[in-house]
């Protein structure tokens, strides 16, 4: 789960992480109060809220350009704030239909004198968090990963050790750092530390984090991310959860223990296991067709799951044809079937549907799907079915 | 016939009193599998189903009723605690089945596994189990359309697996062990681990190996194949045509957004290794059939 910079840098105060004064607007009035705690003699920056990078080189819908925005005073504050409310921002990340920006975030500007890139994230393959840092933040760190390797610091921390002193000392030498703000540093990366374990993150990034002309450290940007099976402990990150951010499909998948993925295709397919799910995306690909989104109906595939993702589906209105790919293992085949007829009859379905059921009591399955008055096509392979539905969405098309 | 579990097996159930828990040990004694105890903590004394008895610990199961290999089902904000619980009474197989672990726990058991000189292999979690077929079925697969035989299968979905099975199965070639190592991103045994279990068994005779999207296990594995395995291997990865940074379901299953863990890359690993590839789910089997015989 992933939350809104104004959201992480909130958090990382609480852990006594330096952020600079800031305040979140949703409406033009709240726009108004935020920027009166805003000095008028100085810099304020404007930064659209929304879950993806690249905000600052990004293009609103209207031409606007920049969803980051650093200006002189309040009245040039407010028209920035104007133009970004409730406009489309297009960035690197967002894909071509852009993001609403419905939260922007107001905060004091900073006298950058250098900027750093520091993060911790799980590492999957060692199963333990690391530390990564650089002299070179501001940027794209991938960036940095590929071109200059050796500026990239990797620091791994045990979770059962914990972060130690030596540690953080490690990475505030690496990173050039010297007298207080070795120790100022040091705070820091203990803050950042306990915020991700005591949280449950997968990451937390701060890039950049600069010192300023008095040679303090700040964070200016944030991004954090959580562990979704780890939410249930932790309600008022839960609380942080923006809807808006998330497709309405998917949301709606989620209350039916549906794991549902919208792309950008038109083949909708629906599929017991997500490993299945995904080898039947692939095969949808493979035959030239473009799959419209993952959907992995679990083992169980009842009735009212498979009425509620036949919804969902539908709901899309890219869907030009569904395939439905289930492998009947201890939910035999038969039962399945019925499932899928009973819900084909109770949702109003207008595009071709192409069943393939394999395994136990397949036969019995494939029977009450050709008598079932349903109009769709059986099919005898999950090849055949991936031809099947290619072909008749072309057709139509 | 076997890596892990066979005829022997004593097995201990983990949450044996819940719906979950019930419902698959029903399945796994009609199967054949000896279940020796369950464990819910408080149940102590009572009989599961009238034949099996409960206990309150995984220790007490050991010690009473010599269980030598775990299965848990509960809930997934106790699993990592009764992996812990499992490991302390130094049970030598835990299968966890549980989905939705947090992944912190999971790095915490982790470490107890590999930094205490502990005597257990844990599978899993978020996986469908093992089953060494027609001597023991431990976790959720459908028994019935596995045979048994001389192919090893390891996979980290389950659904896949069933169908590469169901594939084996249908033209003929049984299975010796079949594992599920699971779909999340930390987890007890890995492809590499299983793959050079089933090569050094001297009963498979071939080893089938499913991937998906996210992390680098195949590429371990791969890369271990290429020096060490002789015997036919063949393989497929799920999630070509996912796109980047969005978790497919499976917790592990994602390419990060620096494109690091895609099924290019994997199948790429594959080739190089001389793994023989199936392109597409429904050619599992014939992938394998194309070099080994049987």
């Not at chain 1, 810099?43 to 600052?56: D, E, L, T, W």
């Not at chain 1, 397949?362 to 059986?378: F, W």
Request: proline share 4%.
């Amino acid at each position: 789960m992933n939350i809104h910079e104004y959201q992480a840098k909130r958090l990382l105060q609480e852990y006594g992480v330096p952020v600079p004064r800031g305040y979140a607007a949703q409406t033009s009035l709240e726009v108004d109060t935020a920027i009166s705690h805003l000095s008028d003699d100085e810099m304020i920056v404007v930064k659209a809220q929304i879950h993806a990078g690249g905000r600052g080189k990004g293009t609103f819908t209207d031409g606007y350009k920049g969803g980051v925005k650093v200006v002189k005073g309040r009245e040039a504050a407010k028209e920035a704030a104007n133009h970004m409310l409730d406009n489309t921002l297009v960035t690197a990340q967002t894909g071509p239909e852009g993001r609403k920006v419905q939260t922007l975030y107001l905060t004091e500007g900073c006298d950058i004198e250098h900027e750093y890139y520091l993060a911790i994230v799980l590492d999957r393959e060692t199963a333990q968090s690391v530390i990564i840092a650089s002299t070179e933040g501001g940027m794209d760190i991938e960036e940095v990963a590929e071109k200059t390797p050796e500026k990239l610091i990797r620091v791994p921390v045990s979770p059962t050790m914990g972060l130690r002193h030596h540690q953080c000392r490690q990475v505030a030498f690496a990173l050039g750092f010297k007298g207080d703000q070795i120790k100022q540093f040091a705070r820091i990366l203990t803050g950042v530390y306990k915020m991700f374990w005591e949280k449950n993150a997968m990451l937390v990034e701060i890039n950049p984090l600069v010192t300023d002309k008095a040679g303090n450290l700040i964070a200016l940007d944030a991004k954090v991310s959580f562990d979704g099976n780890a939410i249930f402990q932790h309600p008022e990150i839960q609380q942080l959860r923006d809807l808006n951010e998330e497709d309405p499909k998917e949301i709606e998948a989620s209350k039916h223990n549906l794991a549902y993925i919208a792309l950008d295709g038109n083949i909708a397919c629906m599929v017991n296991g997500a490993g299945l799910a995904m080898a039947t995306m692939d095969i949808i690909q493979s035959f030239g067709g473009s799959p419209a989104n993952f959907l992995d109906v679990g083992g169980g595939a009842n009735e009212d799951q498979v009425t509620a993702a036949f919804k969902i589906i539908l709901s899309d209105p890219n869907v030009k044809g569904i395939l439905v790919n289930i492998f009947g293992g201890i939910m035999k085949c038969d039962v399945i079937a019925n499932g899928i007829v009973a819900a084909a009859k109770n949702v109003d379905i207008t595009v071709p549907l192409v069943v393939r059921l394999e395994g136990t009591n397949v036969e019995a399955g494939k029977k009450i799907l050709r008598e079932s008055g349903v109009a769709l096509t059986p099919a005898d392979s999950l090849v055949q079915a991936a031809e099947i539905i290619v072909e008749q969405v072309k057709a139509n098309s | 016939m076997s890596i892990l579990v066979n005829k022997d097996t004593r097995l201990v159930v983990q949450g044996i009193t819940g719906k979950t828990g019930t419902f698959h040990t029903q399945q796994c004694v009609e199967y054949g599998t000896n279940v020796v105890a369950g464990v819910t903590p408080g149940k102590g004394g009572q009989m599961w189903e009238g034949k099996v008895p409960v206990c309150n610990t995984v220790a007490e199961a050991v010690k009473e009723y010599g269980a030598n290999a775990s299965v848990i089902y509960v809930p997934p904000a106790f699993a990592a605690d009764s992996i812990l619980e499992a490991i302390e009474a130094e049970i030598p197989l835990v299968i966890c089945i549980t989905e939705g672990v947090p992944v912190r726990d999971m790095a915490e058991v982790r470490r107890r596994l590999y930094f205490h000189n502990t005597k257990t292999r844990l599978i899993g979690p978020n996986c469908p189990g093992i089953i060494t077929p027609g001597e023991c079925k431990i976790g959720i697969m459908p028994g019935y359309i596995h045979k048994p035989g001389r192919v090893g299968v390891v996979s980290r979905s389950g659904t896949l697996t069933y169908e590469a099975v169901w594939q084996l199965t249908q033209r003929g070639h049984g299975q010796s062990t079949c594992i599920g190592i699971g779909g999340d991103p930390i987890n007890g045994t890995s492809q590499l681990d299983a793959v050079r279990m089933l090569n050094e068994d001297p009963d498979t005779d071939a080893i089938i190996m499913i991937g998906e999207i996210g992390g680098s296990a195949e590429e371990e594995a791969c890369a271990y194949i290429k020096e060490h395995v002789t015997k036919p291997v063949a393989g497929f990865i799920a999630g070509a045509s996912a796109p980047k940074g969005r978790t497919m379901g499976h917790a592990g299953a994602i390419v990060s957004a620096s494109g690091a863990g895609t099924a290019e890359a994997k199948f790429a690993a594959m080739e190089d290794a001389g793994v023989s590839i199936a392109r597409n789910p429904s050619e599992i089997a014939d992938a394998l059939l194309k070099i080994y015989k049987g």
